[in-house]
DNA sequence: TCTGGGGTCCTAGGACCC
DNA sequence: TCTGGGGTCCTAGGACCC
């Protein structure tokens, strides 16, 4: 009997580059080579940019407003975000990407990470793997290759420095950089020329602080003591260090947990001062919130609501209120729980504002098991339950089914108003793309 | 005029208990 | 006059991530 030689861990990080930008590339190749940005909702800021769109040194989450000028003098072109697409190009993303290791966790819309322990030719695959994405679906990746999460993320910082910056690396270590294949030296060399601030949970405050300590390149961090780090800092940067000198402080999470608090929270289209334009906006929210509730088949024990005018308008009085509303028993039912939303905004709302934002959240999570549907209600109350139940199911089946918001509680709606008339809360999307892949009506016409 | 949304983890401090 | 100490649980807030 042999040795049994345990080979330390590798873990690979795949992204695609400016994932939403490339998703709409993908349907609209005019826009190769172009400046482009993609706006987060009410088409506010910026939430990925092209590279010719960095270029012109667009900032992640830059007002629109103030960038908007770029259309007419640089060319930019602008899309509301189309999450519906970008969620099901990542669907697809993701099953190609999967087979590149012997387990997946998926960290993001546009990221995994990857177990390659023990495959060998790790480079040459994630190239193959890459080529494969690209012509399959047509999305660009990078891949960063490392023997802890820390230092694959930041492989993949390397990978796609090299590619875009020419002279920030060596441009073989461009699209795919193995870190795992190199020496001591060569790594030490790659840390000595990278910011501080490019590493995996070091934020712009923590950035600040150990640049006032000297402390500027991953080098200089990877060189710290950890003892001192955790008591300077927190236990969190300790492990950091740790996993830049190659010590796996975090492991494959290859199941997803099931969420521990779930948000539905929108800036409004328009400022919002009205009561019952408030509760039009909230029901929804609540609704939303307890349909993903279900979907990852959790109950609710509490509801928090929130409500808030805009800090940006500094000539307006200003106020921001939240309430946590416990119930009485879990549950994730619509009705109860856009209820608990209702008494709570109630309970916050004061006239004389301009509301600018509300949220509901669902807080203290648990299970939907079987024992606890089998509650020792009354008869009265346990039917309501099962009836109740099986309308949510009902909900849930048709609006996945025709899409998101066919079938709503008719309390979404303010009373008097006419319903084809847009609420002044709804957001604005006014640069939408087609959802191409996902809506029979939206589906690209070949001619 | 116009400034996103949805998460996680850690820590400090207060309440409470023995 | 002297005025403990350790443990747990909970919450709010800070920091980070994409």
């Given at each position: 009997m042999g040795?049994a030689?345990?080979?330390?861990s ?16 993908v349907f609209d190749p005019?826009?190769?080579g172009q ?6 909702n009410?088409d506010?800021?910026s939430i990925?940019r092209?590279?010719e ?8 989450g830059?007002?629109?407003f103030q960038i908007?000028h770029?259309?007419?003098?640089a060319g930019l ?7 519906e ?14 087979t590149?290791g012997?387990?997946?966790?998926v960290?993001?819309i ?12 790790a480079?040459e695959r994630a ?6 994405i690209l ?6 990746t990078?891949?960063g290759i ?5 230092l694959a993320k930041?492989?993949?910082h ?11 690396y060596p441009p073989?270590l ?12 060569q ?8 910011a501080v ?13 150990l640049?006032?300590a000297?402390?500027h390149?991953v080098?200089?961090?990877k ?11 927190s ?13 796996s402080?975090?492991s ?7 969420k521990?608090?779930?948000a539905?929270t929108r800036?409004f ?22 349909q993903k509730l279900r979907g990852?088949?959790?109950?609710a ?12 308008r500094v000539?307006?009085?200003q106020?921001?209120k939240?309430i946590t509303?416990?119930?009485r028993l ?5 009705l109860?729980i856009?209820g ?10 004061r006239?004389?504002y ?8 669902l807080?203290d ?7 606890q549907q ?11 339950e099962?009836r109740?139940?099986?309308l949510m199911?009902?909900?849930d089946?048709?609006?996945?089914r ?13 009373e ?10 709804v957001?604005?999307?006014?640069r939408?793309t087609?959802?191409?892949?996902t809506?029979?009506?939206e589906?690209?016409?070949v001619t």
């Amino acid at each position: 009997m042999g040795f049994a030689v345990s080979s330390p861990s590798v873990f690979a990080l795949l992204d695609g580059n400016n994932f939403y930008c490339s998703c709409e590339r993908v349907f609209d190749p005019s826009l190769n080579g172009q400046p482009m940005v993609v706006l987060s909702n009410n088409d506010g800021c910026s939430i990925a940019r092209s590279d010719e769109a960095k270029a012109l040194g667009i900032k992640m989450g830059a007002p629109w407003f103030q960038i908007r000028h770029l259309e007419q003098t640089a060319g930019l072109k602008a899309y509301s975000a189309n999450f519906e697409l970008y969620g099901d190009m990542s669907h697809r993303m993701m099953t190609m990407a999967e087979t590149l290791g012997c387990g997946q966790e998926v960290y993001s819309i546009d990221e995994c990470f990857l177990d390659m322990t023990g495959i060998p030719d790790a480079t040459e695959r994630a190239r193959r793997k890459q080529a494969e994405i690209l012509q399959g679906i047509g999305i660009p990746t990078c891949i960063g290759i490392a023997h802890t999460k820390t230092l694959a993320k930041l492989a993949n910082h390397i990978a796609k420095s090299a590619d875009r910056k020419p002279g920030s690396y060596p441009p073989q270590l461009g699209k795919v950089c193995n870190l795992a294949e190199m020496t001591d030296r060569q790594r030490d060399w790659l840390f000595n020329r990278t910011a501080v601030t490019e590493v995996w949970g070091v934020g712009p405050r923590i950035g600040k602080q150990l640049n006032a300590a000297g402390i500027h390149t991953v080098l200089n961090l990877k060189r710290l003591d950890p003892a001192t780090v955790k008591r300077n800092w927190s236990v969190v940067l300790e492990r950091t260090v740790r996993e830049l000198n190659g010590v796996s402080c975090f492991s494959m999470d290859n199941v997803p947990e099931p969420k521990q608090q779930i948000a539905c929270t929108r800036s409004f289209g328009q400022k919002v001062t009205a009561l019952a334009e408030l509760k039009e906006a909230v029901t929804e929210f609540a609704g939303r919130a307890a349909q993903k509730l279900r979907g990852q088949n959790s109950q609710a024990n509490a509801v928090l609501v929130f409500i808030h005018t805009s800090r940006f308008r500094v000539q307006d009085k200003q106020y921001a209120k939240s309430i946590t509303v416990p119930l009485r028993l879990p549950t994730a039912d619509t009705l109860r729980i856009v209820g608990a939303a209702l008494m709570g905004l109630e309970r916050i709302f004061r006239p004389g504002y301009n509301y600018a934002k509300a949220g509901v959240m669902l807080l203290d999570l648990q299970a939907a098991t079987v024992a606890q549907q089998e509650l020792d209600l009354g008869d009265d109350a346990r039917e309501t339950e099962v009836r109740n139940g099986r309308l949510m199911a009902a909900l849930d089946a048709l609006n996945d089914r025709y899409g998101r918001g066919t079938l709503k509680l008719g309390s979404a709606l303010v009373e008097g108003r006419d319903a084809r008339q847009r609420s002044r809360w709804v957001m604005k999307q006014e640069r939408r793309t087609p959802r191409y892949t996902t809506r029979w009506d939206e589906v690209m016409a070949v001619t």
